[in-house]
């Protein structure tokens, strides 16, 4: 089986030190791509730097996280921080410097968690629609965060790509049932993290997206599927366990239409 990870931080401090055998780990399992996602400068340099070492199974999605966008994430969330509201335009140029590194841009959208919906929807909005109209012009696939913002980022989805220009991954989707159909519907994809095993929410969004719309994912170290210990790309297989059980089909052609997926949307 290959296997594929579209969404995690290798480059967050947890795994300093450990990358060599998180990796190792991971090919055991199966796992055959790894896109490594960025959320501001300092990150998205980091995460290119790591793809640069492990070129045969990591690649990079470089991002402009919401919060980070603002200038409002607090400092030891683990990852490469950044001061003040990100520039965009000095963001997308490094971007395009780097074109032939990056696979997708990502992780951006909007997040209503961390920012306070009323007194900042409108600078998120703008941020979020200047990124995609980026990614069109570019033509690389985006990846999708938002918490507590479903409904709102796949309205300016809908707005700002009218004909499936470039392909959308919802990572970690929690929105309710209309918005899964929604999403479904605007022919976005779906990717999958390990601790599905405990969640009914995503075991529901599994039974609603067809197959050919599913990829997996680990958002790793965060969102580990097990009680003790963080996340990594190995526990993939977790997702396709759970996949198949709701899908009701043996894990091997759930990996393997995972796997098209995956090669139809970063073009490998
Ligand atoms: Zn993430």
Known sequence: ????????????????????DVIKRAKKAGVVAIVVSGVNPASNKEVLTLVNKYPDILRASLGIYPIDALGIQPEGAGMAHHKGPIDLEKEFKFIEQNIDKVTSIGEVGADFHWADKEKTYAQQADNFRKIIRFAIKIKKPLVIHSRKAEEEC?????????????????HCFSGRKSLMTKGTELGHYFSIP??????????????????????????SPWLSPYKEGMNEPAF?????????????????????????????????
Request: hydrophobic share 40%.
């Open 194 to 219: 390990p601790c599905i095993v405990k969640s009914s929410n995503f075991q529901t969004l599994v039974k609603k997206v067809p197959l050919t719309q599913l990829l997996t994912e680990t958002d």
């Open 1 to 20: 089986m290959n296997l594929i990870d579209v969404h995690c931080h290798l480059n967050h401090e947890f795994f300093k030190g450990k990358v060599d």
């Open 236 to 268: 993939v297989t977790e997702s396709i366990k759970q996949i198949a059980i709701v899908k009701e089909l043996p894990e091997e052609e759930v990996a393997a239409q995972i796997w098209k997926n995956y090669q139809k949307i970063f073009n490998e």
């Open 154 to 170: 796949l309205q300016i989805l809908e707005e700002e790509i009218k004909n499936k220009e470039i392909p959308v991954i919802q």
